[in-house]
C-alpha cells in the first residue's frame, strides 16, 4: 500500500529564478530560443510582455483582534493557446518578479508539452506557517473573493504552489463556488479526489521522471538497475523514490534539509520514508552510512535526480558530479553556468521543463475529467501521461539535434515555437 505523503511536506515550490531579477533571467533563454527561432520582432515583443497584472489589497483579522493588510497578487502571461494555468502560493517573502517568471516559465512549459493552456501565478505574501487555520482560511478565502473577475475554468485555473495544501484548494473552490452560485470543479485543481480531483496527482511526477529517466539511459546503451541519488525526500522526492523502486532500480543516497543517507545496496524505501516522518530527517537511518548534501551532489552513481529545491547544482559544484545523466524533478535545480559545465563534460540532463512535466500534465487531466464531469481510470491516465511526455522529449531531442544544443534550450524552443505560431495565427485584434 502506497503511504500517504506527510502532512508536514508541503508541496513543492517552483523555483525562485536567480538572484536579482527573475523575470530578466527567464527572459534570458527566452531571448537565446527566439534568436535560434529567427521569431519576427513584433512577435517577440507580444510574447516578451505578461498579459496581465494584478495587485490587491488583503486586510486580515488575526485571532488576536489585531489587523494586518496583505497583498494578493495574479500574472497572466499569455492567453494564445487557452486559458491561463498557474500556481498559488502563500509565501511572506513574495516577489512579483518572480511571480512574473514562473507565468512565463509555466507558459513554455504547457506549450512544450501540447497542454492548451497560457501560464500564470500568483499568490498572497503570507507565511502560513504559526497561523491558526482560521487565519489563514481567512486569507485564502479573501484572496479567492478578490479574483473573481480573473480566475475561472475558461479564464484561469489555480494550482497549488508553495504552502498550499488539498485543504487550500478546497476553500478556493468553495470560495469561488458560493459567488457563482453553484459548484465549480474546474476553478482549481490539486483539490482532495472527493472534490473533483484525480487519480494519480501522487505519483504523476514520479512517474514520468521515472519514464524520462529510463528512455534516456536506454539511448545511452544503458540497461539493467540504475543506481539513484534522490535530492529531497518531500512530497517530489517521496514519489520519485517510490516509483523507482518499484519498478527495480535502487535508491543508493538520499537527502534533505536536515542530513543524508548513502546504501550502495539500496533502501527500502517505504521503511526510510517512515523513519522521515517518526524523526524529521533522513537522516540517522538504521543501515546506512550518512552523507553529506554536497557528497551527494558529487556521488559516483548511474542518475543524479534534484528533486527538492532551486540553485542546487552550480558553477561551484557542477565539476563535481560523477553521475552519468541527471533527471531534474525539482524546478530550477541546474543554474545557467553549472548547465554550460556539464555540457561540456557530457554529462545529459532532462530538464525541469520536462522532468516536472507530470505536475502541468495531471493538473491537466484534473481540469479535463471536471469539464466532462467524468472520472478517468487509472489506466488511462497513465498511458496519457506517458504519451505526452515522451512525446514532447522526442521533439524536443530532435530540435536539440538539428539546432545542434542541449535539451534544455531545445525544450525551451519547442515551448517558444509553438506559442508564436498560434499567435501570429489568432493575429492581433484591433
Avoid at 525526500?233 to 523507482?244: D, P, T, Y
Avoid at 511526455?389 to 515551448?415: Q, W
Amino acid at each position: 500500500m502506497v503511504t500517504q505523503p506527510n502532512s508536514n511536506d508541503h508541496l513543492a515550490p517552483t523555483p525562485a529564478l536567480e538572484s536579482d531579477d527573475p523575470f530578466s533571467s527567464m527572459m534570458e533563454r527566452f531571448d537565446e530560443a527566439a534568436a535560434l527561432l529567427g521569431l519576427a520582432p513584433d512577435a517577440y515583443m507580444v510574447l516578451r510582455q505578461p498579459d496581465r497584472e494584478f495587485k490587491f489589497s488583503i486586510p486580515v483579522e488575526y485571532d488576536d483582534g489585531s489587523v494586518k493588510v496583505h497583498h494578493g497578487f495574479r500574472i497572466r502571461h499569455n492567453l494564445s493557446l487557452g486559458p491561463c494555468l498557474g500556481g498559488f502560493r502563500l509565501d511572506g517573502n513574495l516577489q512579483r518578479d518572480e511571480l512574473r517568471a514562473l507565468a512565463g516559465w509555466t507558459t513554455w512549459k504547457c506549450a512544450a508539452l501540447n497542454v492548451p493552456f497560457g501560464g500564470s501565478m500568483g499568490g498572497v505574501d503570507f507565511d502560513p506557517r504559526g497561523h491558526s487555520t482560521q487565519t489563514v482560511e481567512r486569507v485564502v478565502r479573501r484572496y479567492t473573493s478578490g479574483l473573481l473577475d480573473l480566475i475561472g475554468p475558461e479564464r484561469d485555473i489555480l494550482f497549488p504552489d508553495l504552502h498550499a495544501t488539498e485543504q487550500v484548494m478546497a476553500w478556493v473552490l468553495d470560495t469561488y463556488s458560493m459567488h457563482v452560485r453553484h459548484t465549480e470543479n474546474a476553478v482549481v485543481v490539486g483539490k482532495p479526489l472527493g472534490l473533483g480531483g484525480t487519480i494519480g496527482r501522487r505519483t504523476a511526477i514520479g512517474r514520468c521522471v521515472r519514464v524520462l529517466m529510463e528512455t534516456r539511459l536506454k539511448a545511452m546503451d544503458f540497461s539493467g538497475k540504475a543506481k539513484v541519488a534522490v535530492q529531497g525526500a518531500g512530497i517530489v522526492g517521496a514519489q520519485v523514490m517510490r516509483e523507482l523502486e518499484e519498478h527495480g532500480h535502487l535508491i543508493v543516497a538520499v537527502c534533505d534539509a536536515s542530513g543524508g543517507v548513502f546504501n550502495d545496496n539500496g533502501f527500502d524505501v517505504e521503511a526510510l520514508l517512515r523513519h522521515r516522518r517518526r524523526t524529521g530527517s533522513v537522516a540517522g537511518f538504521q543501515g546506512a552510512d550518512t552523507l553529506t548534501d554536497e557528497e551527494l551532489l558529487s556521488l559516483d552513481c548511474d542518475v543524479l535526480i534534484p528533486a527538492a529545491a532551486a540553485r542546487q547544482i552550480t558553477g561551484k559544484n557542477a565539476d563535481q558530479v560523477r553521475a552519468k545523466l541527471i533527471v531534474e524533478a525539482a524546478n530550477g535545480p541546474t543554474t545557467r553556468m553549472a548547465d554550460q559545465i556539464l555540457n561540456d563534460r557530457g554529462i545529459p540532463v532532462v530538464p525541469d521543463l520536462l522532468g516536472n512535466a507530470g505536475a502541468i500534465l495531471i493538473a491537466y487531466f484534473e481540469w479535463v475529467q471536471n469539464r466532462m464531469g467524468f472520472a478517468w481510470t487509472e489506466d488511462v491516465i497513465y498511458e496519457r501521461l506517458d504519451r505526452m511526455v515522451l512525446e514532447a522529449y522526442h521533439k524536443a531531442r530532435k530540435i536539440a539535434g538539428s539546432h545542434k544544443v542541449g535539451l534544455r534550450l531545445a525544450t525551451c524552443m519547442l515551448g517558444v515555437e509553438r506559442v508564436a505560431y498560434f499567435d501570429r495565427l489568432r493575429g492581433i485584434y484591433a
